[in-house]
C-alpha cells in the first residue's frame, strides 16, 4: 500500500520547484515580489489541472494530469457531471449512466468509468488506495480466468457436447470492465458505511444502558451527539440504498450503463459502413457503362448516407432493444449490494429505535419523579396545614383578655391535646379524601 501510495502520488515538477525558489529569494530592492500569494496555487487554478489515477483493464495505474475540458471531451460528459466529482463540494451519493462513461460519487470514491478505463480523482484517502488495489487484483484474477476458459473451452467442448446440447453453450459469467469497477465501488462504499454503522453500534450501546442506570449532564449530551451522528450516517445509507433502488427500477439506466457492448456495436456499424462505402466504391468503378458525370456521384452518396443512417437506427433500436431485455447481470449485482446497504440501514433503524426507547424509558423514570415530587409536595403542604392549626390556637390564647381557663392548672395540658387531636384528624381526613381520589398511592 506504501509504495502504491508513493508510485501514484503526483510528482512535482522542476518548474514549479524552481517557481517556488525565485518567490521565496528577495529581489534587489529588498523586498520579496509576490509575498503572501500563492504562485504555485494560482497557477493550478487557472489552468484547472487535476491529477487523476488511471486504472486501465488490464489492471495497469498511471497518474495523468487532465484539465477540466480535456476530461469533458475525453468522457464525452457535461460539466455537471464533473462538478459531481469536485472535492471542493459536498454532493449526495450518486451513479449517473451516460453514452461513454458512468459516473459514481459514492462517498471517498469519485471516479469515471469508461469501457477502457477508470480515473479517479488523485487523493491522500486510504479508500482510494485500497480501491485501486481491489481492482488490480479483480482485473488480473479475471484476466487470468479468462486466458484459462479460452484454452480449455475447446476440451470442454469436446467433452461435454451432448451436455450442452442438452442444456444450451453458454458463456462463462464474467462481467464486462465496467461492472466490474462499478462492482468494487459498490463494495467499498458498502463496507466503509458498514464499518462506520458497526463503530457506532459498539459505542452506542454501553452508552445507553449507561444512561438507563444514571442520568446525568454529561451522559445526555454523549447520547445527544451520538444520536446526530446516527442521524447523518442513515441519511448517508439511505441515500445510496435509494440510489441503487432507482438504477434497479429503470431498465433504461441500466440498459445505457453497458458500455463494452456499446462500444463494440458502435465499432461494428463503423467497419460495416466502410465496406459498405468500399463495395459500392468497387462496384462503380467496374461498371463500364457510360454514366452521367454530374448526376451520378451525388446520387451515389445521397443513397449511401440514407443507407448508412437507416442501418445505424436499426442497430440502435435493435441495440437498445436488446440492452434493455439483457440487463439481469446487472441487476443481479445491483441487487446483492442493495441488500447489503439495506442490511446497514436496518441495523442503523434498530439502534435509532432503540435510542427512542432509551429516550422513553427516561423519560418514564423522570415522570415518575415528577410524580412522587408533587405527591411530597402534597403531604407536605398538608401538614403546613395541619401545624398551622396551632398557630391560630397560639394567637388566640395569646390576646390580652381574661378567662377563668388561664387559672387551671392543667388547662395549657388540656388545650395542647385537644388541638394535636383535631390536627391529627384533619391530617388523616386529608389523606383519606387523597387515596380516594386516587391522588397517591397509599
Same mark, same amino acid.
Given at each position: 500500500m506504501a509504495e502504491l501510495k508513493e508510485r501514484l502520488l503526483p510528482p512535482r515538477p /522542476?518548474?514549479?520547484m524552481n517557481l517556488r525558489d525565485s518567490v521565496s529569494r528577495p529581489s534587489a530592492s529588498g523586498r520579496q515580489p509576490l509575498q503572501g500569494l500563492d504562485v504555485l496555487g494560482l497557477k493550478k487554478r487557472g489552468q484547472g489541472l487535476r491529477s487523476w489515477i488511471r486504472v486501465d483493464t488490464s489492471g495497469n495505474t498511471q497518474v495523468i494530469e487532465v484539465d477540466k475540458f480535456t476530461m469533458m471531451r475525453r468522457c464525452d460528459l457535461p460539466a455537471r457531471d464533473l462538478r459531481l466529482l469536485d472535492p471542493l463540494f459536498v454532493y449526495p451519493s450518486t451513479i449517473l449512466g451516460r #453514452?461513454?462513461?458512468?459516473?459514481?460519487? &459514492?462517498?471517498?470514491?469519485?471516479?469515471?468509468? =469508461?469501457?477502457?478505463?477508470?480515473?479517479?480523482?488523485?487523493? &491522500?484517502?486510504?479508500?482510494v488506495f485500497r480501491y485501486v488495489v481491489e481492482l488490480q487484483q479483480r482485473l488480473k484474477t479475471s484476466s487470468v480466468g479468462e486466458l484459462w476458459q479460452q484454452d480449455s473451452s475447446e476440451l470442454s467442448r469436446r467433452r461435454n457436447k451432448s451436455f450442452d446440447n442438452g442444456f444450451g453453450n453458454s458463456s462463462p459469467d464474467y462481467l464486462p470492465f465496467e461492472f466490474r469497477a462499478l462492482e468494487v465501488a459498490l463494495e467499498a462504499a458498502c463496507t466503509f458505511l458498514d464499518s462506520q454503522a458497526s463503530e457506532l453500534e459498539i459505542e452506542a450501546y454501553p452508552l445507553l444502558d449507561e444512561l438507563t442506570s444514571k442520568i446525568s449532564t454529561l451522559n445526555l449530551e454523549r447520547v445527544r451527539r451520538l444520536k446526530?451522528?446516527?442521524? /447523518? &450516517?442513515?441519511?448517508?445509507?439511505?441515500?445510496?440504498?435509494?440510489?441503487?433502488?432507482?438504477?434497479?427500477?429503470?431498465?433504461?439506466?441500466?440498459?445505457?450503463?453497458?458500455l463494452t457492448e456499446k462500444k463494440k456495436r458502435?465499432?461494428?456499424?463503423?467497419?460495416?459502413?466502410?465496406?459498405?462505402l468500399g463495395y459500392r466504391s468497387n462496384d462503380c468503378l467496374s461498371v463500364s457503362a457510360p454514366v452521367s458525370p454530374v448526376s451520378s456521384p451525388p446520387d451515389s452518396r445521397r443513397l449511401e448516407k440514407s443507407l448508412s443512417i437507416a442501418r445505424s437506427r436499426h442497430?440502435? /433500436?435493435?441495440?437498445?432493444?436488446?440492452? =434493455? #431485455?439483457?440487463?439481469?447481470?446487472?441487476?443481479?449485482? &445491483? #441487487?446483492?449490494?442493495?441488500?447489503?446497504?439495506?442490511s446497514t440501514l436496518n441495523k442503523l433503524t434498530s439502534l435509532k429505535e432503540y435510542i427512542d426507547d432509551t429516550e422513553d424509558f427516561i423519560n418514564i423514570q423522570l415522570d415518575n419523579v415528577r410524580n412522587q415530587l408533587i405527591q411530597f409536595e402534597l403531604l407536605l403542604t398538608t401538614a403546613t396545614?395541619?401545624?398551622?392549626?396551632?398557630?391560630?390556637?397560639?394567637?388566640?390564647?395569646?390576646?390580652?383578655?381574661?378567662?377563668?381557663?388561664?387559672?387551671?392548672?392543667?388547662?395549657?395540658? %388540656?388545650?395542647?391535646?385537644? =388541638?394535636?387531636?383535631?390536627?391529627?384528624?384533619?391530617?388523616?381526613?386529608?389523606? %383519606?379524601f387523597f387515596k380516594y381520589r386516587r391522588l397517591m398511592p397509599l
Open positions: /522542476a518548474s514549479a #453514452e461513454k462513461a458512468i459516473v459514481v460519487n &459514492l462517498e471517498q470514491i469519485r471516479c469515471i468509468i =469508461t469501457a477502457d478505463e477508470v480515473l479517479l480523482l488523485n487523493s &491522500l484517502d486510504n479508500y446526530s451522528r446516527l442521524v /447523518a &450516517l442513515t441519511r448517508r445509507v439511505q441515500k445510496v440504498r435509494d440510489e441503487i433502488e432507482q438504477l434497479m427500477d429503470d431498465d433504461g439506466d441500466m440498459a445505457e450503463m453497458y458502435m465499432e461494428g456499424s463503423f467497419y460495416g459502413d466502410q465496406s459498405l442497430d440502435s /433500436a435493435r441495440s437498445s432493444e436488446g440492452a =434493455t #431485455e439483457n440487463i439481469e447481470e446487472l441487476e443481479m449485482l &445491483l #441487487e446483492a449490494y442493495f441488500v447489503v446497504i439495506d396545614f395541619v401545624v398551622a392549626i396551632f398557630g391560630v390556637v397560639a394567637g388566640i390564647f395569646g390576646m390580652n383578655f381574661e378567662i377563668d381557663l388561664f387559672h387551671q392548672r392543667d388547662s395549657f395540658k %388540656w388545650v395542647l391535646i385537644i =388541638t394535636g387531636v383535631c390536627g391529627l384528624v384533619i391530617f388523616l381526613a386529608f389523606v %383519606w
